[in-house]
């Protein structure tokens, strides 16, 4: 089947270049993001390949539409980034990759925790340039802390599994709480008594109009003071200005990032030669308490392989008129 592939990355030609030996798709490589200016570049095409910083909006998928589009084939588990009405109403097919690599996202959170908690990004600089004091670099113990897992599907489900073996009592919050989650020990408690109690936060659900800003001015205020807060979900869980309050007034003792709201104009490209423009994000980039990766959390081996044998075998059902089981709706 031919496929416009947006947003191509080098590390996408490599897997789906493997994947695709025995699927066998037309498979047609573009580096431009999928935005209104960039719909003309699908035409003729049945399948549109994208990716999270990819817009799917109202505009765009009424153009892909109208000039041959029939399938939109999502390369990520979220999908706030699509209008989904407008698809369904159109008649467009839509898939996703519902699970790669869980461990993938849920290891990457420990890795912020554990660094922001040991200052490793501190020390790794320090020592570079020959600098061996300690001072400024006291951790805790996470043993005995209380984490907060808010969303406890695949992803939350496995850092509370992680939490635990590391000592700590796990809280949690989620609209339909686990069975497992709550066979290993976690205790659900209303998203309040997550602020009030947790030491380390941690953010799990899709981004929605209810997770929408779920951290925000109020829910930092009633946060302990110092506590850590860890967004590996989608940007826009958080209200960014009001954590830069929390950081400034020393509210916030630590915070890591995998995702930011505005970071389809930032991530995934080398702007190293630029000046950020983003205001909001150059000043969080300021402070020595926050630690922020470019949407990497998802970015293993396995989780690649996994991404692109998916995406194909959904492409393969479509063109095969059968259901894959990975479609919206
Ligand atoms: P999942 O569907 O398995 O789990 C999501 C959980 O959130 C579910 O248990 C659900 O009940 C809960 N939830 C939904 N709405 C809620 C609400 N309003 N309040 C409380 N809980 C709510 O999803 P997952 O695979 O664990 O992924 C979670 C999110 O992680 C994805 O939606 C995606 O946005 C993000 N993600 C990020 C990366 C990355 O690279 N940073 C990679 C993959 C996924």
Redesign the pocket.
């Known amino acids: 089947m031919r496929v416009a592939f947006f947003s191509t990355h080098a590390f996408d030609r490599e897997f789906f270049d493997q994947a695709n030996v025995t699927r066998r798709h037309d498979l047609h490589y573009l580096e431009a993001r999928l935005t209104p200016a960039t719909t003309t570049l699908a035409r003729d095409f049945p399948v549109a390949c994208a990716f999270v910083s990819d817009q799917l909006d109202r505009d765009v998928l009424a153009a892909l539409w109208s000039s041959g589009t029939r399938m939109i084939a999502l390369r ?3 999908f ?1 980034h699509v209008d989904v009405g407008q698809a369904r109403e159109l008649g467009f097919t839509v898939s996703r990759v ?3 690599s ?1 461990h ?2 849920a290891e ?1 959170t420990i890795a912020l925790i554990l660094t922001l908690n040991r200052k490793i990004h501190r020390a790794y600089a320090r020592v570079r340039e020959g600098n061996f004091a300690l001072d400024g670099l006291l951790g805790f113990d996470l043993v005995g802390r209380t984490a907060g897992v ?8 496995i850092v509370a599994r992680i939490l635990m073996a590391f000592g700590c009592r796990v809280l949690a ?4 709480p ?1 069975s497992e989650c709550r066979a290993m020990g976690v205790e659900y408690v209303p ?1 309040d008594e997550i602020w009030t109690r947790s030491d380390v936060i941690t953010l ?5 109009t ?2 929408r800003h ?1 951290v925000d001015a109020r829910g930092i205020a009633r946060m302990k003071p110092g506590v850590m807060i860890i967004n ?3 940007g826009a869980l958080v209200d960014t200005p009001a954590l830069i309050d929390g950081l400034k007034s020393g509210h916030i003792g630590y915070l890591g990032l ?2 930011y709201e505005e970071e389809e104009q930032l991530f995934f490209q080398d702007l190293s030669s630029h000046v950020i423009q983003d205001d909001v994000f150059a000043r969080l980039l300021m402070f020595p308490n926050v630690v922020v990766t470019a ?5 293993t081996r396995e989780a690649l392989h996994a991404i692109s044998e998916t995406t194909l075998d959904n492409i393969s059902a479509f063109e095969q008129g059968r259901r894959s089981g990975n479609e919206l709706y």
């Open positions: 990520s588990a979220g706030n519902p699970a790669y869980p993938a996202v990457h808010v969303g406890t599907g695949k992803i939350g489900a919050y989620d609209i339909a686990g998203l799990h659900t899709p981004l929605t209810d997770t779920m590996t979900g989608r995998d995702v949407h990497q959390a998802f970015f």
